[in-house]
Nanobody, 124 residues
Framework: QVQLVESGGGSVQAGGSLRLSCVAS????????MAWFSQAPGKEREGVAA???????TYADSVKGRFTISQDSAKNTLYLDMNNLKPEDTAMYYC??????????????????WGQGTQVTVSS
């Protein structure tokens, strides 16, 4: 069983920045996919950004140029650097993991391990 723990959420003004972190009990495999998802109240969970063991990154159109996903494999840690935050970014953010390379890395169904989420609130 893989455990994921997110942190770094909070409340910021529009235009501000946050760095989310996700620590995994283990993800040091030959192949894997990790991603950040967001879910606002009453809405479906949506893929935000993903990275795999080949360092391939994938971003939702809404965050391209503003968010950056990265990882520190030695520390089993995934990061999401969020810049120029907008009120529409307000959501619970979840870290997800699967020890395979995914052809569609922003699909919720592609992941079998999830963290508890960290809240991001952006005020105008």
């Amino acid at each position: 069983q893989v455990q994921l723990v997110e942190s770094g959420g909070g409340s910021v003004q529009a235009g501000g920045s946050l760095r989310l972190s996700c620590v995994a009990s283990t993800y040091t495999y030959d192949r894997y996919s990790m991603a950040w998802f967001s879910q606002a109240p009453g809405k479906e969970r949506e893929g935000v950004a993903a990275i795999d063991s080949d360092r391939r990154t994938t971003y939702a159109d809404s965050v391209k140029g503003r968010f950056t996903i990265s990882q520190d494999s030695a520390k089993n840690t995934l990061y999401l650097d969020m810049n120029n935050l907008k009120p529409e970014d307000t959501a619970m953010y979840y870290c997800a993991y699967n020890p395979i390379r995914l052809s569609a890395p922003l699909r919720t169904a592609g992941y079998n391990y999830w963290g508890q989420g960290t809240q991001v609130t952006v005020s105008s």
